[in-house]
Nanobody
C-alpha cells in the first residue's frame, strides 16, 4: 500500500523558514518524480517545485531563490526547504509522486500524479 505522509508545517513569521518532509512507503522514491503542490483558500492548486527521477528540478518563479527541493533516498523521504517566507506562501502543501520523467511543463499538472499525501498547513503571519 502506497502512502505519503507530509510533516513540518506550522505558523511562522514573515522571513522565517520551514522544512517540509514527505515520507514514502510502498514505493521507492528514487524511481519517482516528486512535486510539492500547494492550495490557498479560494485558489486553485498549483505546483511549487518539481524533482524528476533523473534529478532535474523546477520551481515556480515566486519560489526561485527561496525554496529548495531535495530527497534522501536512504530515508525514502523528500523535502522542501522554504526560506524567506511570505504571507502569500500561506497554503496547504501536498507532496505528490508519479512514475516517469516529467519536463518543465508536465511536472505542474496535478492530474498526472498517482499518489498524494494528506497535506500540511503552512501559515505565514505576523
Amino acid at each position: 500500500q502506497v502512502q505519503l505522509v507530509e510533516s513540518g508545517g506550522g505558523l511562522v513569521q514573515p522571513g522565517g523558514s520551514l522544512r517540509l518532509s514527505c515520507a514514502a512507503s510502498g514505493i521507492i522514491l528514487e524511481d519517482y518524480a516528486i512535486t510539492w503542490f500547494r492550495q490557498a483558500p479560494g485558489k486553485e492548486r498549483e505546483g511549487v517545485s518539481c524533482s524528476s527521477s533523473a534529478g532535474s528540478t523546477y520551481y515556480i518563479d515566486s519560489a526561485k531563490g527561496r525554496f529548495t527541493i531535495s530527497r534522501d533516498n536512504a530515508k525514502n523521504t523528500a523535502y522542501l526547504q522554504m526560506n524567506s517566507l511570505k504571507p502569500e506562501d500561506t497554503a496547504i502543501y501536498y507532496c505528490a509522486t508519479r512514475r516517469g520523467r516529467p519536463n518543465g511543463n508536465s511536472c505542474w499538472v496535478p492530474t498526472l500524479y498517482n499518489y498524494w499525501g494528506q497535506g500540511t498547513q503552512v501559515t505565514v503571519s505576523s
